[in-house]
């Protein structure tokens, strides 16, 4: 059972607007959320990490986590080309040794 | 630039050939993951140490992966035997560890079995 679920699987915006990903998990173990961008042929680079309740701002981008649901998501205002890439959404607990479950990731494309 | 160093970045290697993956973490960071990225995105988790030390491992049955982190070396990662199967990127990345740190990623080494 994938402990972290994304959506959607793909999205596309036009440069300027808005890009909405959503994350949710299954396990209420989980306290800390991280979202990973990946483009192509490159490994994933950590984008923010959100751990509270509520908004998280950097730059363009906002997090937004619903610990209640379980729910995470990201936005990303004024998107541009060079955000195209895969993103995902990164999920740990407190219990034991660190681990870390990885959603399958949401395409974004950037139309110029 | 990634702080976390992999190579090589490719490595094209024949069916039952040995395949060998190095990992240099960021300075600093005593845990260290594996993981392999499948043609689909999916990331399986492979291994993890803290220093030398195994923490966790998947059931490794198939015995064909071995992996290791000696002090004062790269880490590494090595497939016995290589299968079609086991094409994929593989990924390094380390942390401080303990809960809410954030783990970071090398580039990648692409593995391809022809």
């Known amino acids: 059972q994938q402990k972290v679920q994304q959506s959607p699987e793909s999205l596309s915006v036009p440069e300027g607007g808005m890009a909405s990903l959503n994350c949710t998990s299954s396990d209420r173990n989980f306290q800390y959320f991280w979202w990973y961008r990946q483009h192509s042929g490159e490994g994933p680079k950590a984008l923010m990490s959100i751990f509270s309740d509520g908004d998280k701002k950097e730059g363009r981008f906002t997090a937004h986590l619903n610990k209640a649901s379980l729910h995470v998501s990201l936005h990303i205002r004024d998107s541009q080309p060079s955000d195209s890439a895969l993103y995902f959404c990164?999920?740990?607990?407190?219990?034991?040794?660190?681990?870390?479950?990885f959603g399958k990731g949401t395409t974004l494309t950037v139309i110029p | 630039n990634s702080k976390v160093i992999q190579t090589p970045r490719y490595l094209v290697k024949g069916q039952g050939q040995k395949a060998k993956m190095r990992c240099i973490p960021e300075?600093?960071?005593?845990?260290v993951f594996w993981y392999q990225q499948n043609k689909n995105n999916e990331f399986k988790f492979l291994i993890n140490f803290q220093n030398q030390e195994v923490l966790q491992q998947i059931d490794m049955t198939e015995k064909r992966f071995s992996a290791e982190c000696p002090s004062n070396s790269p880490c590494s990662l090595e497939i016995q035997s290589s299968e079609a199967g086991d094409s994929a990127l593989y990924l390094c990345?380390?942390?401080?560890?303990?809960?809410?740190?954030?783990?970071?990623f090398g580039e990648g080494s692409r593995l391809i079995v022809v």
């Open positions: 990345a380390s942390s401080l560890g303990g809960s809410g740190n954030t783990l970071y």
């Open positions: 990164a999920a740990s607990g407190n219990t034991g040794y660190q681990n870390f479950y």
């Open positions: 300075k600093g960071h005593p845990v």
